[in-house]
């Protein structure tokens, strides 16, 4: 059976990340942009991607992607190049964390200590093909139409996330740090660190002018 594409090759690409013991937070790769790397999207926020982890915008909304009835429109978060994404995060995160994901073939995520996908294995869980069953219309099209809810609880400080799949094939979406059930979406901006030097910066001016007063 010949598989169906995520994505019209040609655009695709996306996601977002929170600090240790820090509030939940929802990634939901809005803004990264059509087949374009998530990278260092969100390196502000500490977190990083693989390099062949991308984003992609759903066809519906004026990019490639196959997709439909994605948790929070219009971007979600794929791989072309390889096989799995692996997210880093440095300052790392606990408790447990979730996401929906479509995928045509099965697959397993995991959860690491140490960045790279290494160290040792806090949790997992395996994902079954679902993007063919379940609702099977778009809005109105995409054929990963169907998306699923996936979590996992786990002891200790995690600083890397490998999700699993096959390249065009798995999709993520709206994931969730600091619980294992998934959240309405909390976006957070890339330039949120920036923001807040920002603020910063402009407090200690006010208060210099105080002093000067």
């Known amino acids: 059976m010949k598989l169906k ?3 019209v090759i040609g655009c695709l690409a996306a996601f977002t990340a929170v600090p240790a013991n820090a509030a939940i937070i929802t990634l939901d790769f809005e803004g990264v ?19 062949a982890t991308l984003a992609v915008v759903d066809f519906d909304a004026g990019g490639t992607g196959n997709i439909a009835n994605e948790p929070s429109p219009d971007t979600v978060m794929f791989f072309l190049d390889a096989n799995n994404a692996i997210l880093d995060f440095a300052a790392g995160f606990m ?16 959860v690491w200590d140490d960045v790279g996908g290494g160290g040792n294995l806090l949790g997992s869980i395996n994902i079954l093909a679902n993007a ?32 699993g799949g096959t390249a065009n094939q798995t999709a993520y979406d709206n994931i969730t740090f600091g619980s294992a059930t998934p959240l309405p979406p909390i976006p957070v ?17 006010r208060r210099r002018r105080r002093r000067a007063a």
Not at 189 to 205: K, N, Q, V, Y
């Open 5 to 7: 594409n995520l994505a």
């Open 33 to 51: 942009g059509n087949l374009n790397p998530v990278g260092n999207f969100y390196s502000g926020l500490g977190v990083v991607f693989s390099p």
């Open 95 to 110: 408790t447990g964390f979730s996401f929906f994901y479509t995928s045509s073939v099965a697959a397993t995520v995991s």
């Open 132 to 163: 063919f069953t379940g609702p099977g219309t778009g809005d109105p099209n995409g054929s990963f139409a169907n998306w699923d809810i996936g979590g996992v609880a786990f002891a200790g400080t995690a600083k890397s996330i490998d999700f």
């Open 189 to 205: 901006p890339a330039a949120f660190p920036l923001l807040l030097g920002a603020l910063g910066g402009l407090a200690a001016l």
